[in-house]
Nanobody
Framework: EVQLVESGGGLVQAGGSLRLSCAAS????????IGWFRQAPGKEREGVSC????????YYADSVKGRFTISSDNAKNTVYLQMNSLKPEDTAVYYC?????????????????WGQGTQVTVSS
């Protein structure tokens, strides 16, 4: 059974940091792209970042470039999202997801497996 379990969300003041974790199980980690998405109330789900577990290549949305860092610990089948310099507009439910294949993508429809999400709230 494929499972993605996020953790690490919470409430933080603007300018603060959080690190999200996504623990994956039930599939061959190296065959997938792992992505982080977020969805704020009333808005569409948007791709934030993704990483190829096989070669470590990464992608970041412009809105988070320079502030967020995605990384992968293949031994633990876990992907992290380090979020620094957080802004109130980063407030959302953050989801990790897995897409089979080797090309980086943040297209929601290309992701077959999703976690349950973790809330990130940034206060001003």
């Amino acid at each position: 059974e494929v499972q993605l379990v996020e953790s690490g969300g919470g409430l933080v003041q603007a300018g603060g940091s959080l690190r999200l974790s996504c623990a994956a199980s039930g599939f061959t980690f190296d065959d997938y792209i792992i992505g982080w998405f977020r969805q704020a109330p009333g808005k569409e789900r948007e791709g934030v970042s993704c990483i190829s577990s096989s070669d470590g290549s990464t992608y970041y949305a412009d809105s988070v470039k320079g502030r967020f860092t995605i990384s992968s610990d293949n031994a633990k089948n876990t992907v992290y999202l380090q979020m620094n310099s957080l802004k109130p507009e980063d407030t959302a439910v953050y989801y990790c997801a897995a897409a089979i294949g080797l090309h980086l993508t943040v297209v929601v429809a290309e992701y077959a497996y999703w976690g349950q999400g973790t809330q990130v709230t940034v206060s001003s």
